[in-house]
């Protein structure tokens, strides 16, 4: 089967190398030439991901019968929607499913709407003024991030980045000035204990789990840095991870089902890979975030421990028959 790999970075190397040990062809699009892509494709086009009209129009002229997204910038551009308008099923949500990760308020408002466990305290804002009031009597700490994509760095959170609120509204006025992440800020309760994530395939309604992974994503020695995307991750023979029991694991998982519902009776029915960040407070499993996506790097520490054809489960995820 002739399948497009939509990206260029390490995890769309490892989604290529997957595929194609399943028996795929692999036409690959990306903005960057990486050199583990190229030598597994049979061929390879250097393209901006989300000029979604020439990925498109490469795809169809390479007779192309699946595409697996990667990363969340063409999905949030309506990649999926635009093959699936030539005919082309593809691995990824739609982009008003993709909203779970692009909409940081429209996750929370959705995990509010349907009652879903691990949500947090949050309040969404579009006007300092606003702010200014709210946080004068908010008596916890906080994060604040902008509503949209920052690339995993856009997130500053009390205490670590931010000393006072004085900082806080700095930052504020700053997303909503220069409308980093769409001008819209998200401010929540700061939720303190062990990260983790839960990526897991997804056919608009069955969720399938994969193992437990942890990236480490502060900057410098000491974690003294800010944020980054992951700069490498781990994972535990069993699944788990040392401070997960089975049964977080199991609250995590219904957590994500639940969201996939959600957005189902939403009428964005969710197909693709999502990934649940969590954090593992004294009160259980906190959502963080949720991905449109494979992590990146997490993808390469389950992709590799996947028993089944990899191409197969694709077909079955846009099939609706996973
Ligand atoms: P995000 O882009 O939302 O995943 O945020 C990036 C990082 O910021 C997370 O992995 C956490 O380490 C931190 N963070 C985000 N939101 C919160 C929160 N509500 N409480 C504590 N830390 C947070
Ligand atoms: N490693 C974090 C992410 O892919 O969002």
Redesign the pocket.
């Known amino acids: 089967m002739r399948v497009a790999c939509v990206g260029g970075g390490a995890r769309e190397h490892v989604i290529a190398e997957t595929l194609y040990k399943s028996g795929a062809e692999i036409y690959a699009v990306m903005k960057n030439r990486n050199p583990g892509i190229m030598n597994l494709a049979s061929d390879y086009t250097i393209l901006k991901e989300t000029d979604v009209d020439k990925v498109v129009s490469w795809c169809r002229d390479k007779r192309v019968e699946l595409a697996v997204i990667g990363p969340e910038a063409p999905l949030a551009a309506g990649i999926v929607d635009a093959l699936e308008k030539e005919g082309i099923p593809a691995v990824g949500p739609t982009k008003s499913a993709a909203e779970i990760e692009t909409s ?1 308020a429209f996750m929370r408002l959705l995990m509010e709407k349907y009652g879903i466990d691990g949500n ?1 305290e949050y309040r969404v804002f579009t006007d300092i003024g606003e702010i200014r009031s709210f946080l004068k009597d908010y008596d916890k700490e906080y ?1 604040v ?1 902008p509503a949209g994509l920052t690339g ?1 760095k ?2 500053k ?1 009390f205490g670590e980045h931010l000393r006072n609120n004085a900082e806080a509204l700095r930052y504020c006025e700053e997303i909503i000035e220069k409308g980093i992440g769409g001008g819209v800020v998200v401010i ?5 204990g062990e ?1 983790y994530t839960l990526q897991a395939f997804v056919d608009g309604k069955r969720v399938i789990p994969m193992p437990l992974v942890q990236d480490h ?1 502060r900057a410098y020695e000491g974690d003294a840095g800010p ?1 980054t995307g992951g700069m490498g991750s781990y994972s535990q023979e069993d699944g788990l991870l040392p401070f997960i029991s089975i049964d977080d694991y199991k609250k995590s998982v219904k957590i994500v089902e639940r969201i996939v519902g959600a957005l189902r009776d939403e009428g964005r029915t969710y197909k693709g890979i999502i990934y649940g ?1 969590f ?1 593992l407070t004294a009160d259980g499993p906190k959502i ?2 949720v991905n449109c996506r494979f992590g990146d790097p997490e993808a390469m520490n389950v992709l590799p421990l996947l028993r089944n054809n990899f191409l197969k489960v694709c077909e079955e995820i846009v099939d609706e028959n996973l």
């Not at 929540?188 to 303190?192: L, S």
């Open positions: 940081k947090l994060a991030k995993g856009g997130v959170v929540e309760e700061k939720a303190v990260e994503k944020n960040q954090m963080i975030e």
